[in-house]
């Protein structure tokens, strides 16, 4: 091409990008109605009253936003909360939740309007409120920096947590796990304060809502045991004898108790159950005992040779 024909080429590519320019900003300036999902936070709960929803926790909002919240929306992946007024339920059994939608959109930015919601009308089941102490269960996503992990038990303060609600929904409940505790490239104890999930359990109480944790986190090393071999399962046996008797562990220990464990503190063993059916020449090492927060490496060997006398 020649000068001419490349500067027009090269305006009508100038012209084209302020076109598009120009068209994206008037998209995400316009208003449009846009569905979304939303999540129940129930509050103005009835006292001495124990309810259970009907429906699902997760309701839909219709919401008028620019395109550019409507853009933001789709990158967040968190559902977002939408608090419910339950003073309605002294005296029914339901809530008109379209009637709410004025105490909805207090919750929401100014440039945001919702507009409708489904559904239209909540319905709840009421039963006799019990309460009792469950454990707490922390609950950990954390990479360690190498050669660290957790050493001992996590710390929990306090140890239970006083649940109350209705008494089918109570008496399911084992334990409260905690929201999950996460850490990147760890070598050094956690404490922090997490408060308890409450997901789907938006009819029970909790007291207190979050705890004090303390993750116990040390520097692993290796450590090799000779551990003695039991038999199992050899009673039909005038004697049994293994070759060898004894099994090498690589173990995987923390340097605080490093002289701690002892092969009392191990068990392999290997087992003759069926051993004649199935006509196995050697029989595989089975590790049956190791303490908490030690890691087995290795075994050496993993299948040994046997001699029965019957």
Same mark, same amino acid.
């Given at each position: 091409? !020649? ?6 080429? *090269?305006?009508?590519? =100038?012209?084209? @990008? ?19 999902? *939303?999540?129940?936070?129930? &509050? ?5 009253? %124990? ?22 929306? =789709?990158?967040?992946?968190?559902? #977002? ?9 002294? !005296? +029914? ?8 939608? $004025? ?9 945001? +309007?919702?507009? *409708? ?27 360690? =920096? ?11 303060? #306090?140890? /239970? ?9 109570? %008496? ?9 505790? +996460? ?15 409450? %997901?789907?359990?938006? !009819? ?11 993750? #116990?986190? $040390? ?7 000779? &551990? ?5 399962? %050899? ?8 070759? #060898?008797?004894?099994?090498? @562990? ?7 108790? /490093? ?8 068990? *392999? ?26 890691? &087995? ?14």
């Amino acid at each position: 091409m !020649n000068k001419s024909q490349k500067r027009k080429l *090269a305006m009508f590519a =100038k012209c084209m @990008l302020i076109s598009f320019l120009a068209w994206t900003f008037f998209a995400v300036s316009n208003e449009y109605t846009y569905q979304m999902r *939303a999540s129940l936070d129930y &509050v103005n709960l009835p006292e001495n009253k %124990a309810f259970h929803p009907q429906q699902s926790d997760t309701v839909s909002l219709k919401v008028s936003m620019t395109g550019w919240q409507v853009l933001m929306t =789709k990158f967040q992946n968190d559902t #977002p909360k939408v608090q419910v007024d339950l003073s309605g339920l002294k !005296n +029914r059994n339901w809530i008109v939740f379209s009637n709410q939608i $004025g105490f909805i959109n207090r919750q929401f930015p100014s440039e945001k +309007r919702v507009l *409708a919601v489904r559904p239209d009308t909540l319905y709840f089941d009421f039963s006799k409120q019990s309460q009792k102490k469950v454990p707490i269960k922390p609950i950990t996503s954390i990479q360690f =920096k190498k050669q660290f992990d957790i050493i001992d038990d996590i710390l929990i303060s #306090p140890k /239970y947590v006083t649940i109350s609600g209705p008494n089918e929904d109570v %008496a399911k409940i084992e334990y409260i796990e905690t929201d999950t505790i +996460r850490g990147t490239n760890v070598s050094v104890d956690i404490r922090t304060a997490s408060y308890l999930n409450k %997901a789907q359990r938006t !009819n029970i109480n909790f007291y207190p809502s979050n705890v004090q944790v303390v993750v #116990p986190i $040390g520097e692993m090393t290796e450590k090799i045991l000779e &551990v003695p071999l039991k038999v199992v399962n %050899a009673e039909k046996f005038t004697s049994v004898r293994t070759l #060898p008797s004894k099994v090498t @562990l690589t173990l995987l220990v923390s340097i605080k108790d /490093y002289n701690k464990w002892t092969p009392r503190d191990f068990e *392999a063993a290997v087992d003759l159950e069926n051993w004649e059916d199935n006509q196995v020449q050697y029989l595989p090492v089975l590790i049956t005992k190791v303490p908490k927060y030690c890691k &087995v490496l290795s075994v050496e060997p993993q299948n040994i040779d046997f001699f029965v006398r019957k």
